[in-house]
């Protein structure tokens, strides 16, 4: 079962620069997408969410664009700091309440 | 700054026993969940919890599975009888609506059955 795919399982990226994180989904009813980001033995933490009726949302450094006839959605972090580096998940779900179906995950590392 | 704490961090039992993990939700938080992620695989979700019933759960939440509310702050996962690849790393979180709301994390119980 692969419905929310992250290809790249990891991510280097020098500070100040941008860091993208890519994620595709295969199912068309997801209208709801969350990325979230782990830190070794921590919790996930909620970054920034995105609805289908949009195609950007941004918050701070944090951007998400969705691209639905692609079925694809991009995280940008720009500028990417070291404190950036940890493991970023792409989450979908269609409809209410929290069945998301999460990626695999990417680990990022920001370089100094 | 609040925050859904777990406990214990680490647990190891014996194939066949039975488990709690226990989990302290985000005190006006209404919504709970549980959520697992075996040793590198993807974050799976389990159940979720409001007005003390199960409001929605995967096929992983058999009936091994239960969760309970037993009092007003804590949350419990109990697993009846262990097998090995419930071995794990069991996320709780909450939230204070559904819908659009985002959910808040623990930082994980490490299940090891053995």
């Known amino acids: 079962d692969q419905q929310v795919k992250q290809n790249s399982p990891s991510l280097s990226v020098q500070e100040g620069r941008i860091s993208i994180l890519n994620c595709d989904y295969t199912?068309?009813?997801?209208?709801?997408f969350l990325w979230y980001k782990k830190y070794p033995a921590e919790g996930p933490t909620f970054l920034i969410s995105i609805s289908s009726i949009k195609d950007k949302n941004e918050d701070g450094r944090f951007t998400v664009f969705l691209n639905k006839s692609a079925k694809h959605l991009s995280l940008h972090i720009v500028p990417s700091q070291p404190g950036d580096s940890a493991v970023y998940f792409c989450?979908?779900?269609f409809g209410y309440g929290q069945n998301f179906v999460f990626g695999p995950g990417t680990r990022l590392s920001v370089l100094p | 700054e609040p925050e859904v704490t777990q406990t214990p961090s680490h647990q190891v039992t014996q194939m066949g026993q039975e488990v709690i993990l226990r989990c302290v939700p985000i005190s006006n938080h209404l919504y709970f969940y549980w959520y697992r992620q075996i040793l590198g695989q993807k974050v799976e979700f389990l159940v979720s919890?409001?007005?003390?019933?199960?409001?929605?759960k995967s096929e992983i939440f058999d009936d091994q599975f239960s969760v309970e509310r037993p009092d007003g702050s804590n949350f419990t996962l109990k697993i009846r009888s262990t097998k090995l690849e419930d071995s794990a790393m069991y996320f709780c979180?909450?939230?204070?609506?559904?819908?659009?709301?985002?959910?808040?994390f623990g930082q994980g119980t490490r299940l090891t059955v053995v």
């Open positions: 989450a979908a779900r």
């Open positions: 199912n068309s009813m997801f209208d709801y």
């Open positions: 919890f409001y007005n003390n019933e199960i409001s929605e």
């Open positions: 979180a909450s939230s204070e609506g559904q819908g659009l709301t985002e959910a808040f």
